[in-house]
């Protein structure tokens, strides 16, 4: 149940919800195929949003329909698209679009300064960010996270899951054979003080972490991953957890210009099930 903060919140939101007429026939005539969708602004026609859908009528539809975008939908004026394959460079598309523009509705996939995981070396848990190492190919880092926070509260929920104990991990400070909190509580096994040894801590702390691996680039360079759609066929160029760019040919996709080889975590969220599972038909470039 939504509380009455939130409540009182997205009533405010809807106050001023009018339909937005101005905004109906440009909806409908978008295809119903896959794609990226833009709403732009009165104000230099700037991005006021981007989405993605496999069917772009509809789901603009629905954003007209939405009260709690009315603030958004008032400082509309036009809306354009870029139709795609399949959902996959849909996907692709709006996470680099939305870090590009940075629309002011978007609340997710904006542009992060700095990536961080966690690393597990010679027994000990630290924080690392995208500056201190390169995500493309350094093996026993886990996880992805947008802030030190984060991948801190990820550690602790690891370590709740498996009964971990903070102080060895590093998230409290406890003098040495001195049982923490948790243990008394049999939330931690005890090797803070001796019930279980550091040993099986760190074997169990080994297994823990290894779900969270983050996986290297498994090709030797970029690969062009084949989506084909109704009407379209496209080819993305990807390359150490990087999207480049789509093209209509292999040929094209070959002559594309590609930057440096950054790790993207969008696109590596996106892409590392379906490249690890062997889900799409792909072309060495």
Same mark, same amino acid.
């Given at each position: 149940?939504?509380?009455s *903060?939130?409540?009182?919140? +997205?009533?405010? %939101?809807?106050?001023?919800? @009018?339909?937005?007429?101005?905004?109906?026939?440009?909806?409908?005539?978008?295809?119903?195929q896959p794609?990226?969708?833009?709403?732009?602004?009165? #104000?230099?026609g700037?991005?006021?949003?981007?989405?993605?859908s496999?069917?772009?009528?509809?789901?603009?539809?629905?954003? $007209?329909?939405? #009260?709690?975008?009315?603030?958004?939908?008032?400082?509309?004026?036009?809306?354009?698209?870029?139709?795609?394959?399949?959902?996959? !460079?849909?996907?692709l598309?709006? *996470?680099?679009m939305?870090?590009?523009?940075?629309?002011?509705?978007?609340? $997710?996939l904006?542009? @992060?300064?700095?990536?961080?995981?966690?690393?597990?070396?010679? !027994?000990?848990?630290?924080?690392?960010?995208?500056?201190?190492?390169?995500?493309?190919?350094?093996?026993?880092?886990?996880?992805?996270?947008?802030? =030190?926070r984060?991948?801190?509260e990820?550690?602790?929920?690891?370590?709740d899951?498996?009964?971990?104990?903070?102080?060895?991990l !590093?998230?409290?400070?406890?003098?040495?054979?001195?049982?923490?909190?948790?243990?008394?509580?049999?939330?931690?096994l005890?090797?803070?003080?001796?019930? =279980?040894?550091?040993? #099986?801590?760190q +074997? %169990?702390?080994?297994?823990?972490?290894?779900?969270l691996?983050?996986?290297?680039?498994?090709y *030797?360079?970029?690969?062009?991953?084949?989506e084909?759609?109704p009407?379209?066929r /496209?080819?993305?160029?990807?390359?150490?957890?990087?999207?480049?760019g789509?093209?209509?040919?292999?040929?094209?996709a070959?002559?594309?210009? +590609?930057?440096p080889?950054?790790?993207?975590?969008?696109?590596?969220r996106?892409l +590392?099930k379906?490249?690890?599972?062997? /889900?799409?038909?792909?072309?060495?470039?």
């Open positions: 149940m939504p509380s *903060a939130q409540a009182a919140r +997205r009533s405010a %939101r809807a106050a001023g919800y @009018v339909f937005p007429e101005h905004l109906r026939e440009q909806a409908r005539a978008l295809p119903s794609g990226v969708y833009t709403f732009h602004g009165r #104000e230099g700037l991005p006021l949003y981007i989405g993605k496999v069917n772009l009528r509809t789901r603009v539809l629905d954003h $007209l329909r939405t #009260e709690e975008e009315a603030a958004m939908l008032r400082q509309s004026e036009r809306i354009s698209h870029l139709p795609m394959a399949g959902d996959l !460079g849909a996907q598309l709006e *996470a680099t939305v870090k590009t523009h940075r629309p002011l509705y978007n609340r $997710l904006r542009r @992060v300064p700095r990536q961080f995981s966690l690393r597990l070396y010679r !027994g000990e848990v630290s924080v690392l960010h995208s500056g201190e190492v390169d995500l493309t190919s350094a093996p026993l880092l886990y996880g992805v996270y947008s802030s =030190e984060s991948a801190r990820a550690l602790r929920r690891l370590a899951d498996n009964r971990l104990c903070y102080s060895l !590093g998230l409290e400070r406890l003098p040495a054979g001195r049982p923490c909190f948790r243990s008394m509580l049999g939330q931690c005890g090797a803070c003080c001796g019930r =279980e040894s550091v040993a #099986e801590h +074997r %169990r702390l080994s297994e823990a972490l290894a779900l691996e983050v996986v290297q680039w498994p *030797a360079g970029p690969v062009a991953i084949e084909r759609g009407d379209l /496209q080819f993305h160029v990807v390359d150490g957890w990087f999207y480049h789509s093209t209509k040919t292999l040929a094209a070959r002559r594309l210009r +590609r930057g080889a950054q790790f993207d975590r969008d696109a590596y996106i +590392r379906g490249l690890c599972g062997g /889900q799409w038909a792909l072309h060495p470039l």
